[in-house]
T-cell receptor
Framework: GEDVEQSLFLSVREGDSSVINCTYT??????LYWYKQEPGAGLQLLTY?????DMKQDQRLTVLLNKKDKHLSLRIADTQTGDSAIYFC???????????FGAGTILRVKS | EPEVTQTPSHQVTQMGQEVILRCVPI?????FYWYRQILGQKVEFLVS????????KSEIFDDQFSVERPDGSNFTLKIRSTKLEDSAMYFC??????????FGPGTRLTVL
């Protein structure tokens, strides 16, 4: 079945690193994505990783993928107050273009 | 940078009325999607659309829902007879070659 799970809440201090975790169930996932949603706004694509990769780095963002454990993480280095938002993990199923989303992790950055 | 746009940003309607939600996807993107997010719940897939026809639809997308690309740029979602439980944020998305989906800002639908 298709299911994506995330922890609900993460609080960090400004300047620290944030790590948001996600697990998924469908082994036929081709791509995995991280989206950011600020209050009242749409979903902003942050980054994505192909399922045969282990890691992808994009400026302050590092995505790690453990395909064996079906575990995906997003690390935000030097977290800023502007990073406060809800972060969604999503998987793209092989036979279909649809995205299956997790419930989202609320990231709160304290100054 | 090209963006997906959606109109209206907020739609209030009476139960049983028809609504049409509009989206203008990024040009040259060929795959289109509608998702919805009920307040406090997950973002849920509704329908995918490619080459002027539905590719896949979820259980939510029943006979009350339809999609259309009437003029090659707009992409619409119609709900024929709205129900209270249709109240949600509706997001349009279009996809690039790695299925990276770019979302619009959403339309908040409130059914009274």
């Amino acid at each position: 079945g298709e299911d994506v799970e995330q922890s609900l809440f993460l609080s960090v201090r400004e300047g620290d690193s944030s790590v948001i975790n996600c697990t998924y169930t469908d082994s036929s996932s081709t791509y995995l994505y991280w989206y950011k949603q600020e209050p009242g706004a749409g979903l902003q694509l942050l980054t994505y990783i192909f399922s045969n990769m282990d890691m992808k780095q994009d400026q302050r963002l590092t995505v790690l993928l453990n395909k064996k454990d079906k575990h995906l993480s997003l690390r935000i280095a030097d977290t800023q107050t502007g990073d406060s938002a809800i972060y969604f993990c999503a998987e793209s199923i092989n036979y279909s273009g649809k995205l299956v989303f997790g419930a989202g992790t609320i990231l709160r950055v304290k100054s | 940078e090209p963006e997906v746009t959606q109109t209206p940003s907020h739609q209030v309607t009476q139960m049983g009325q028809e609504v049409i939600l509009r989206c203008v996807p990024i040009s040259n993107h060929l795959y289109f999607y509608w998702y919805r997010q009920i307040l406090g719940q997950k973002v849920e897939f509704l329908v995918s659309f490619y080459n002027n026809e539905i590719s896949e639809k979820s259980e939510i997308f029943d006979d009350q829902f339809s999609v259309e690309r009437p003029d090659g740029s707009n992409f619409t979602l119609k709900i024929r007879s709205t129900k209270l439980e249709d109240s949600a944020m509706y997001f349009c998305a279009c996809a690039g070659i790695h299925n990276e989906q770019f979302f619009g800002p959403g339309t908040r639908l409130t059914v009274l």
